[in-house]
Structures are given as C-alpha cells and as structure tokens.
C-alpha cells in the first residue's frame, strides 16, 4: 500500500456544484492546502476523506490547475467574446501553464462558449458598416484578432462578398471624398490611394 503523504479533512461543493474544494493536512511539512477540482474530476478519481498517496495528490494537483484555467477562461469570455488563440493569450499572460490553458479554451470551444464563425462575421459587419475598412484591412484586423486564416476567408466569403465591398467602398469615398467618383485626375489619384490605404 502506498504511503500517505497528506489528508483529505474536508470536501465542500462550489461553483453551483460544478467543482469540489478539498481541504488537505498532514503534509510532511505541517502546511495545509485547499484544492478545487471539477465534480467530473472528483468522481473520476474516486475522492474521499482519509489519507492520500503522492500519486493522487499529483492527479488531484493537476486536475486543479486544469479546474482553475477553466474558470478563468469562463470568467474571460463572460467579459467579451474572443478567438481560441487570443483566449489562450490571455490565460498564458495570467501564467497559467501551457497545458491547463490549452485545455480551457478546447473544453471551452467544445461546450460552446466560443463560437468564432459567429464573431467573425459580427467583427466584419461592425468593421466595414463603421470604419468602411477594404477586404485586406479587415483580413489584417481580424488576423491581429486571433483568428485563423482559413476561418477569416471563410467569414469574409459568406458575409462580405462583391456586393458588400462595392457598398464599403462607395461609403469609403462619400465620407473621405463627400463623393464616389473623381472629378479630376488628381482627385483620382487620392482617391486611388485612399482606397489602397484602406484595403481595397
């Protein structure tokens, strides 16, 4: 049998009984601890009071820092929608590891709490309605976004073909310009070089 290295004192339900808060003692260096797993986690690794070996206090430790990353990443998307990649940013720059972070945006994209195609047809819809940007702009804003390549042309063919960039461009010129068609051949000139500066 293996040797216990701790104690498990006390286990509380939290988060709505999504997770389960253990209370750890008898370390061999008289701390305590306090580790919240998620209730799949728990039942998964057969949790009770009473003694604890190393190798599941090391699963215990590792479900909690997966359980932690995800209720960060809950916590973030609650305060604005973003891309997988932007997601796993933003956990990595709170330090959490490599490992629990990319597991929080994949459960988190699995369960639905990102859904970039509906993102990134909202960015493309806000982005040429109000700033009138051309197809390469919005190309570079969305990519600057997290979003992947792929995913961007998809969006841009389905919700910003030639017909949405014709009207872009055309509320492009009337704001810059007051007008949509040049009058001289310098105004042409500029208004070729707004349209390039603006992605058309």
Do not use: H, N
């Not at 939290?14 to 003692?25: E, K």
């Not at 990595?92 to 047809?121: M, S």
């Amino acid at each position: 049998m293996d040797e216990f290295v701790c104690t498990v004192t006390r286990m509380a339900s939290v988060d709505g009984g999504d997770g389960v808060r253990l209370t750890l003692a008898d370390f061999p260096d008289g701390e305590g601890r306090t580790l919240t797993v998620s209730a799949d986690d728990f039942l998964a690794l057969r949790l009770a009071r009473g003694g604890m070996d190393a190798d599941t206090l090391a699963a215990v430790t590792a479900a909690a820092g997966r359980y932690a990353a995800l209720r960060a990443a809950v916590r973030m998307l609650g305060a604005g929608q973003c891309s997988r990649r932007r997601l796993y940013e933003k956990l990595r720059a709170r330090r959490i590891p490599d490992a629990d972070a990319a597991f929080a945006v994949e459960t988190a994209y699995a369960a639905g709490y990102i859904d970039e195609d509906w993102q990134l047809k909202s960015y493309i819809r806000t982005l040429t309605a109000q700033k009138q940007y051309g197809p390469r702009k919005l190309y570079a804003a969305l990519a600057a976004k997290g979003y992947r390549g792929d995913d961007i042309r998809r969006a841009m063919d389905e919700s910003f073909g030639e017909e949405e960039i014709r009207a872009a461009r055309r509320a492009f010129l009337e704001k810059k310009f007051g007008k949509t068609a040049p009058a001289t051949r310098d105004e042409a000139a500029a208004m070729r070089q707004a349209l390039y500066k603006q992605g058309f």
